[in-house]
C-alpha cells in the first residue's frame, strides 16, 4: 500500500539559510500534519492542513510556514534556520471519516534535518 | 486536552505479556484513546483505538475502565522487535485534529 512520502530524507544546512521539506500523502487522504521531534524529545505539532486550508498550528515559529497545494501534497518552509531546529521532521496524513470510525494519522519516514 | 501520564520505561523479557497503563483522569466525553508506537528515527506508527470496554485487534488489547480514567495497553507474547516508545494519547476522533504527544513508555524487551 502506499504510504507518505518525504523529502528530502536528509539535509544539512548552515545557520540563516533556508530550507523547504516536501510530504505527499497517501492518495485521497485530505489531511496533512506537520510534527517536529527533536533529539531525545517527544514529537511536537506544528501546523495541519485540511482540505489545502490550514486547520490547526502548534508551536510554530514565526521563521516557518507551510501550505498544502491543489494535488494535495504540502510543503514546510524553513528560513533563518537556527541550531535548535535540528530535528527529526514528520509529514503525517489521514482521512477524515464521520464520527466513530477508527481515526489514525499515517506517519512518513520523516526528514533530518541538521544545522551547522 | 486531557493530559496523559504513563510510566517513563519499562522492561520485558521476549515472550511475555506487556500492559502499559495510562491515566487521563481529564478525558472528556467525546475523547477516545488512541495509542501510538515509534521506533528510534522512524514516524510513529498507530496501533490501536478506543472510546469505552475492552478493543482487540492483530497486534495489542485497549481495556478501558468504566469511568474511562485510565486505560491498559496489553502487547501479548512481546518480541525483541516490540522495543520501542509507546505513547497513549487522548483527543476527539473523527476530525482533523493534531495528535499531542506526552511523555511515552520507552519499552525495553530482551531476551
Known amino acids: 500500500a502506499a504510504g507518505v512520502i518525504q523529502s528530502p530524507r536528509h539535509l544539512i544546512k548552515e545557520k540563516r539559510e533556508t530550507a523547504t521539506l516536501k510530504c505527499y500523502p497517501i492518495p485521497r487522504h485530505d489531511t496533512v500534519y506537520w510534527y517536529q521531534q527533536g533529539p531525545g524529545q517527544d514529537p511536537q505539532f506544528l501546523i495541519s492542513?485540511?482540505?489545502?486550508?490550514?486547520?490547526d498550528k502548534g508551536s510554530i515559529p514565526d521563521r516557518f510556514s507551510a501550505q498544502q497545494f491543489s494535488d494535495y501534497h504540502s510543503e514546510l518552509n524553513m528560513s533563518s534556520l537556527e541550531l535548535g531546529d535540528s530535528a527529526l521532521y514528520f509529514c503525517?496524513?489521514?482521512?477524515?471519516?464521520?464520527?466513530?470510525?477508527?481515526?489514525?494519522?499515517?506517519f512518513g519516514p520523516g526528514t533530518r534535518l541538521t544545522v551547522l | 486536552l486531557a493530559k496523559t501520564t504513563q510510566p517513563i520505561s519499562m522492561d520485558s523479557y521476549e515472550g511475555q505479556e506487556v500492559n502499559i497503563t495510562c491515566s487521563h483522569n481529564n478525558i472528556a466525553t467525546n475523547d477516545y484513546i488512541t495509542w501510538y508506537q515509534q521506533f528510534p528515527s522512524q514516524g510513529p506508527r498507530f496501533i490501536i483505538q478506543?472510546?469505552?470496554t475492552k478493543v482487540t485487534n492483530e497486534v495489542a488489547s485497549l481495556f478501558i475502565p468504566a469511568d474511562r480514567k485510565s486505560s491498559t495497553l496489553s502487547l501479548p507474547r512481546v518480541s525483541l522487535s516490540d522495543t520501542a516508545v509507546y505513547y497513549c494519547?487522548?483527543?476527539?476522533?473523527?476530525?482533523?485534529?493534531?495528535?499531542?504527544f506526552g511523555t511515552g513508555t520507552r519499552l525495553q524487551v530482551t531476551l
Open positions: 494519547l487522548v483527543g476527539e476522533a473523527g476530525t482533523a485534529s493534531k495528535l499531542t
Open positions: 478506543g472510546y469505552k
Open positions: 503525517a496524513s489521514s482521512l477524515t471519516d464521520g464520527a466513530g470510525e477508527i481515526y489514525e494519522q499515517f
Open positions: 492542513f485540511y482540505e489545502k486550508m490550514q486547520s
